[in-house]
């Protein structure tokens, strides 16, 4: 039997009362204080305020389409009905945004941290990033971290000057770590956010190190579990990788409604007035075991990774190396020069130092984390015609 948690009558009383007589606590960041490179470009006004410009830049981003054809966590599939990366953003802003106006936050700035937060991600999702970051690795022995790399997007490859407030919550939006509580560590500026992106292009261990700077931050990186959680364990049974005979009964349900509802109840009863973001320890252990449980029946399946490190491992480091060759040698006919340094010219942004004159394998990264599937798997085909390796996709009747 399904079960919907409800706020207490207390806190709903409070919060209902609190609105009534405009005594809400005032915890959302507040705007005049937002900080960004160029301080004397894009100022707020009336109709766009400092993080509906951020909003507007990353959904303008030419990357930002291409979380449509992503993986999220299930590849291989010619089906509409999985999710892709597209979805999971918006799902990560609607949840986040429901707990936010609850605890009077500041709604542009989450949906500013949810709508950028993947936009660095890899083709084939965390196997993709995995693959990418051990190639990088090993030519400059520097790491590649999606979310450092969402803010590598939006900060360099287009310098937008999106605030710091939004580029901290994309870095540090962890939703691999999970926290009985969150609370924000101020930031003094983009010395300290440079140097702590720098160090987590050197040791990847100082990424679970990140924590955001708002309290908007800190509901986005819970509701990035949030939204993945039981979203995956739909996805599973349609691809039937496991069903609900696989997964305990839990305090926070096992169905997706069941577990989006009831986590957001817990934390804005835990939350509402409070300078951090928190879930009870019943809550905060169901949340720890579901996810363990996803690890070992959805992530960790034997045949979804061995696919993936037959096929896309051995086709990106093919890719990588002709990419890179092709790059040092100059051969201005390739896609990485037509299809991307070309492109991302095309935005036309004041630059201190020309794009092309980056390092040559971050920008050999830079393009294979911009692609989609099928883009790497058309590329792939065009350099390498030849090549016995094949992905074989299921279809809706299969």
Do not use: W
């Not at 894009?42 to 030419?62: E, G, Q, S």
């Not at 936010?100 to 991600?121: V, W």
């Not at 979203?231 to 069941?258: C, M, V, Y």
């Amino acid at each position: 039997m399904l079960r919907y948690e409800k706020l207490s009558e207390e806190t709903d009383l409070r919060i209902r009362t609190d609105r009534e007589n405009k005594t809400q606590p005032q915890m959302g960041f507040d705007e005049e204080k937002v900080i960004r490179r160029d301080n004397g470009r894009d100022k707020a006004n009336l109709i766009r305020t400092a993080f509906i410009r951020d909003i507007d830049k990353i959904m303008h981003c030419p990357y930002y389409s291409r979380y449509a054809d992503k993986t999220q966590v299930f590849s291989f599939y010619k089906n509409d009905d999985i999710t892709r990366r597209a979805l999971h953003v918006q799902l990560v802003s609607r949840i986040a945004r429901t707990i936010g106006r609850a605890l009077n936050l500041n709604l542009d700035l989450i949906e500013a941290i949810s709508l950028g937060h993947d936009i660095g991600h890899t083709p084939f999702g965390h196997a993709g990033e995995s693959f990418l970051d051990r190639l990088l690795y090993s030519h400059t022995g520097r790491h590649f971290s999606h979310n450092i790399h969402s803010v590598r997007v939006l900060d360099r490859i287009f310098p937008y000057n999106i605030s710091i407030q939004t580029l901290n919550g994309i870095a540090a939006h962890d939703g691999e770590l999970e926290l009985c509580e969150y609370t924000p560590r101020p930031l003094s500026g983009f010395e300290e956010f440079d140097s702590q992106i720098e160090a987590c292009y050197l040791d990847k261990a100082n990424v679970r190190k990140l924590v955001p700077c708002t309290l908007e931050g800190c509901v986005m990186r819970i509701s990035d579990i949030i939204a993945y959680l039981g979203k995956d364990r739909q996805d599973a049974e349609r691809t039937h990788i496991a069903d609900d005979n696989n997964f305990a009964n839990s305090t926070i349900g096992n169905r997706n409604a069941e577990i989006i509802n009831n986590l957001i109840v817990n934390i804005i009863e835990n939350s509402y007035g409070k300078p951090y973001i928190k879930l009870d320890s019943e809550h905060f252990e169901a949340l720890k075991k579901a996810k363990a449980e996803n690890y070992e029946y959805i992530y960790k399946s034997p045949a979804a990774k061995e696919a993936l490190e037959s096929t896309v491992k051995p086709m990106m480091r093919e890719m990588y190396k002709r990419l890179l060759d092709d790059l040092i040698m100059g051969n201005k006919a390739s896609p990485i020069f037509t299809h991307h340094v070309g492109y991302v010219n095309k935005a036309h942004y004041t630059r201190t130092e020309p794009y092309e004159n980056t390092e040559p394998n971050q920008l050999v990264t830079d393009y294979i984390a911009s692609m989609t599937d099928d883009y790497f798997i058309d590329l792939y085909e065009h350099l390498f015609p030849d090549s016995n390796l094949k992905i074989n996709y299921k279809g809706y009747f299969e």
